[in-house]
């Protein structure tokens, strides 16, 4: 099994920028792909950005360009460093893991964009 934690959510100015960060614990060795979720109030769950195995990285067309997903070489930290954030951006991010076709994620963490 693979446990998650996020951190680093909280309220920021449009144009500010977060780091969120997504602790991994467990089965870490065996985790195939990560990735960052959000889902803003009235809206369903949508994918922000991926890391798999060979540091290979995916979009959404929405956060192109304003957002970077990373890891460290062990799994052991994955990050989303969001850049000219918007209040569109609003939402719980979560972090996920996919470990040989099982999925894990974590409690999500609160971002909030507003002036």
């Known amino acids: 099994q693979v446990q998650l934690v996020e951190s680093g959510g909280g309220l920021v100015q449009p144009g500010g920028s977060l780091r969120l960060s997504c602790a991994a614990s467990?089965?870490?060795?065996?985790?195939?792909?990560m990735g960052w979720y959000r889902q803003a109030p009235g809206k369903e769950r949508e994918l922000v950005a991926t890391?798999?195995?060979?540091?290979?990285?995916n979009y959404a067309d929405s956060v192109k360009g304003r957002f970077l997903i990373s890891r460290d070489n062990a799994w052991k930290t994955v990050y989303l460093q969001m850049n000219s954030l918007k209040p569109e951006d609003t939402a719980v991010y979560y972090c996920?893991?996919?470990?040989?076709?099982?999925?894990?994620w974590g409690q999500g963490t609160q971002v909030t964009v507003s002036s």
């Open positions: 996920n893991a996919v470990v040989v076709g099982r999925g894990f």
């Open positions: 467990g089965s870490i060795f065996s985790i195939n792909a």
């Open positions: 890391i798999t195995s060979v540091f290979s990285t």
